[in-house]
């Protein structure tokens, strides 16, 4: 009998489920965008730059059907890559758990379907999940309900994450959440008074996010009255179980002596703590300072080292820095068209200082075919950055061209 009543319930809910169609609420856009920035370019198998759409959806756990290369979640939509081909993708499907499959027919509102290189966007909603599926949640498990507070979260689904959360609130993790949730008002009115009360109860049952989110409030006065010494301690806690931001934050501290007197060598301590746990940020720092020599003896070679490290996951002035190491042949042997390939990678980011690098390369013809024009192109970039030396190098060229 039991196993039947199971089974019964199980039907009804899926049966619910996959009443529910997900609503288009904007059409695939026919307006496009040419794609820049060089993390948002890939290829299919053949080397072909794939189409990529911007699916606008609160709702964690979709996935899509179709030439697929790679889905990305960002809060409240998905960046879905697609391999274009010649001919450009005609249909895909959107899966969603709680709906029916919807297949997008490109061709409607763009005839010639998704084309190499280009940006799109479609915007779609799903109902509201019904009653009955709200009552199962009762029926989850304290690490069931966690699971799925924090995929209400992620997709922006507020109110729905603050009234699981609540619910398993002697939880370290779920009272950290809560904390966030008061600190910035999601789900609930904002209140800091309560944000602090949550997140201590979580930092002192030794959650990690939590110790570090204290710091955080402590030392920049966030809803509390600034107090450095009490958000090191916060930060301190943390990084001791090796929570990279607490680490690289630290690093920060000592390094420009923030609520004290400047300390190099726990600045070095902190920055190399979370550059050794791949944290690109501290990775690019600890360049810099070998680099410059900045509290640290010089290094080039490892200065290069660490360079590499960052600019491999994309960090845009890590990139840069690595392109100048290129171009002087410091720590490397010097090549011009290896410092042309960083600086690009930096400047298609929007970084100014990489951007007005390349323009140089482009203007002397270092690494690369002269070119005034694509030399103007990247100054005017970093100019209306507001980048000094970008704005008087593009009024000398364009009085003397």
Known sequence: ????????FFVFLCKICFAQELEVVEPLHSTIFEIVGAQDKKYDANGVPCAVVKVQLPVAGVTFEGPVIE??????????????????????????PGA??????????????LQPNLKYAIKLNLPQVPLAMQEADEQLSPAEMFKKAEMEYNAGNYEKAFALFSKISDDAEARNYLGIMYANGNGVAQDSAKALMWLKKSANQGNANAQFNLGYMYVNGSGVEQDYKEGVKWYRKSAD??????????????????GGEPDAIKAVSWFRKAAEQGYAPAQCILGIMYEEGESIEEDYEEAVKW?????????????????IM?????????????????????????????????????EYGYGVAENYAEALK????????????AQEKLKELEESY
């Open 1 to 8: 009998m039991r196993c039947f009543l199971f089974i019964a």
């Open 71 to 96: 889905s990305q979640y960002h809060i409240n939509e998905y960046w879905v890559w697609f391999s274009s081909g010649t001919n450009g993708t005609k249909k895909f499907r959107i899966k969603c």
């Open 100 to 113: 029916q499959m919807l297949e997008v027919d490109v061709t409607k509102t763009i005839p010639e379907g």
């Open 241 to 258: 179980q090796g929570f990279v931001e607490a680490q690289f934050n630290l690093g920060v501290i000592y390094a420009y002596g923030i």
């Open 307 to 323: 360079y590499r490290k960052a600019a491999d996951q994309g960090h845009a002035m890590a990139q840069c820095h690595l392109g």
């Open 326 to 362: 290129y171009e002087a042949g410091d720590g490397v042997e010097k090549d011009y068209a290896e410092a042309v390939k960083w600086y690009l990678k930096s400047a298609e980011q929007g970084y100014a200082d990489g951007q007005y690098c390349l323009a140089n390369m482009y």
């Open 378 to 389: 990247w100054y005017r970039k970093a100019a209306a950055q507001g980048f000094t030396d």
